[in-house]
C-alpha cells in the first residue's frame, strides 16, 4: 500500500496550511480491502515517511505499524464500517470549532452545503479516542458527508482521498462564512427545496 501511504502523507501536509490542523492535531486514512493506512499519533507531518503511516484492519488492529497508530482509529474505522467510505479525513479547523460552541448545526448559508448532504450536525462533545466519539460521529454522519463535533473539531469522508479532503476544505469555508455573517447580522438561509434543487444541480457538474 506505498502509493496510499504516500498519498496520506501528501495530504497530511496539506491540513496545517489549509487551516485544518495545528501542529501534530487531526489525522488522514484510506482504505484499501481490508485495509486501512492510517497516520501515526503525535508525529510532526513533514517528518513522516511512507513506513511510518500505520496499517491496521477494519477492526482497527495493527497489521503493520512500526509506531502507534493515530489515536482516532476507532473513528476511522467507525466511518468506514457505517459508510462506503474510501477515505477518512479527521481535522481541528479553527471556525469549524468555534461553531461547535455555539450551536448544534451549521445551516444551508450557500449552496455549497449541498456538497456535505446538507446542513451539517453538532454532535455532543465526547474524549477524543473513544468509542463513545466514533459513536457519536457516525450517528452524525447519516445521509451526511460531514461532522462538526463539539468542542473537537470536524470529520469528512469520501470515496478516496481528494474528495474527503475537499469536503474538510468546503466545510470549513462554510463555517467561516456562517461566522463572518453573523458578525453582520442574522444570515438569510436556503430552504430545504433551493438546497435540495442545488444537489440535484450538483449531479451534472464537473467533466465527465
Known sequence: MREEREAVIAYSRRMAGDGLAV????NVSVRAG??????PTGVAYDDLTAADVCLVDLDGEPVEARLRPSSEVPMHTAVYAATDAGAVVHTHPLHATALSLLVDELPGVHYLIALLGGPVRV??????????????GVEGLADRTAVILANH??????????????????LEWLCRLWAQARTLGEPRLLDADQLEAAR????????R
Do not use: K, M, N
Open 23 to 26: 501542529g501534530t492535531s487531526g
Open 200 to 207: 440535484v444541480a450538483f449531479g451534472g457538474y464537473g467533466q
Open 34 to 39: 481490508d485495509l486501512i493506512a492510517i497516520t
Open 123 to 136: 454532535v455532543p462533545y465526547a474524549p477524543y479516542g473513544t468509542e463513545e466519539l466514533a459513536r457519536l
Open 153 to 170: 473539531g470536524a470529520t469528512t469522508y469520501g470515496a478516496h482521498l481528494e474528495q474527503a479532503y475537499t469536503r474538510s476544505i468546503y
